[in-house]
């Protein structure tokens, strides 16, 4: 019924820039917060940022100053800006959002993830 969707993931080399879009749909109310996470080879899945549904965002130590999250309320949509890309960034990113349904029930959804290799 809601689905997540990543895109613009690709290969970059160190110090390039990429930019992410997740776009939800399916029968949405409302959407509490998005947020970003990555899962490098070999290494857990771990936050990267979140973006409230007032606009208030929380990045990681690992990406602060070089990556921007940010939405399109009326597309339902939330974007990761990434700079200064390094080899470490390199990983599958997912999308999550915390989503209030049309039939009132609300969850977590993920996204099937994009990936991004950052070469040195």
């Known amino acids: 019924q809601v689905q997540l969707v990543e895109s613009g993931g690709g290969f970059v080399q160190a110090g390039g820039s990429l930019r992410l879009s997740c776009a939800a749909s399916?029968?949405?109310?409302?959407?509490?917060?998005r947020g970003w996470y990555r899962q490098a080879p070999g290494k857990q899945r771990e936050w990267v940022a979140t973006?409230?549904?007032?606009?208030?965002?929380n990045y990681a130590d690992s990406v602060k100053g070089r990556f921007t999250i940010s939405r399109d309320n009326a597309k339902n949509a939330v974007y990761l800006q990434m700079n200064s890309l390094k080899p470490e960034d390199t990983a599958v990113y997912y999308c999550?959002?915390?989503?209030?349904?049309?039939?009132?029930?609300?969850?977590?959804?993920w996204g099937k993830g994009t990936l991004v290799i950052v070469s040195s």
């Open positions: 973006i409230t549904s007032g606009g208030s965002t």
């Open positions: 999550n959002a915390r989503i209030e349904t049309m039939q009132e029930d609300t969850a977590d959804y």
């Open positions: 399916g029968s949405i109310f409302s959407i509490n917060a």
